[in-house]
């Protein structure tokens, strides 16, 4: 499993993993149906946010001791390194400030098992903070784990691409490193 920490077209940071995309595992039950519509509820999330999440929670099934994280290679590792655990940093204030929202939103959810029908609105809540308190086990994990930053030379000419406005460009090199690192959908993470 390969993962990326790689600019995109805005210049903010992404990251993702090559691992290709799968539906997130739901727990059958009686209210599968409010299970499966919580599912589609989460999907919908845009790409850029799940395939991050998704990568996060996959950094719990990685049993190396260090985790290689391709980047492009236009700056110094030593300041990629220090992007990158700002970056976690970030994200794991991010998620724990969401896992309080959540966690306040959710006897409000609650209420709506009052109604007749499934409780859809407290099976997406649900999901929801299963799938943010997995990322953040996730990111843990990762911060706490040595890091290798191998240059991988496509997306430095996806970061120069973008940098000089070249439209068509950035086409061609994002068709190139779905077909390289086997990535899907590469260019809803990357592009607008």
Known sequence: MEFFFVRDHREKYRFFS??????????VSRTKRAWELAQKKLTLLPPRILRQEQAFIRILKVEDEAISIH???????KRIRLRFSLFLYKQR????LILIGETILLPLSGLAALLPGPNVAFAALALLMITHWRALQGINRLAGR???FPVAPLFADWEEACGRAQEERCAEILNKIEKEYRL??????LWK
């Open 146 to 148: 040595k890091h290798e």
């Open 18 to 27: 090559s691992e290709p995309e799968k539906d997130i595992s739901i727990p």
């Open 93 to 96: 204030s991010k998620h724990v």
């Open 71 to 77: 980047h492009s290679g236009l700056r110094p590792e």
């Open 184 to 189: 899907s959908q590469v260019n809803k993470i």
